[in-house]
């Protein structure tokens, strides 16, 4: 019988915590964005355009970097306030690499550490029934 392995991740344009669901206690693997907008540097002469350039850019390699992780696990819940849950799950089902992964995306708050463990454990816990 097949291992299934379960991922849980936490996202924003920003960062990601990533919580595999096991039987252990949940420990974070944050990845953090290479974008950083501080409205300070948007001010020290590069154009808009260059700056969502370097932001796409950016985004992308976060994006890329989340998905070779998720390739290792069947099922993965996105959660998180912004909306690049959706855009990271968008640019996943896109690639037929991934299209053995059970996806959900479920909106959430802001959350603390102990709060994020409790809607993985909770949101694993409820789909094994």
Known sequence: ?????????????????????????????PIESAFNHDPKADASGGSENEMHNKEQHNEAGYYKKLGTIIKEYNEVVL???????????????????????????????????????????AHFSRNQL
Do not use: C
């Open 1 to 29: 019988m097949k291992t299934e392995k379960k991922l849980g991740i936490w996202m924003d344009h920003s960062t990601a915590n990533l919580m595999e669901f096991t039987s252990d206690p949940i420990d974070i693997k």
């Open 79 to 121: 959660f998180g306030p912004t909306n690049a849950k959706v855009e990271l799950f968008n640019l996943l089902k896109a690639d037929h690499a991934y299209a053995g992964i059970k996806f959900e995306i479920m909106p959430s708050d802001k959350m603390t550490d102990n709060q994020q463990h409790a809607f993985v454990r």
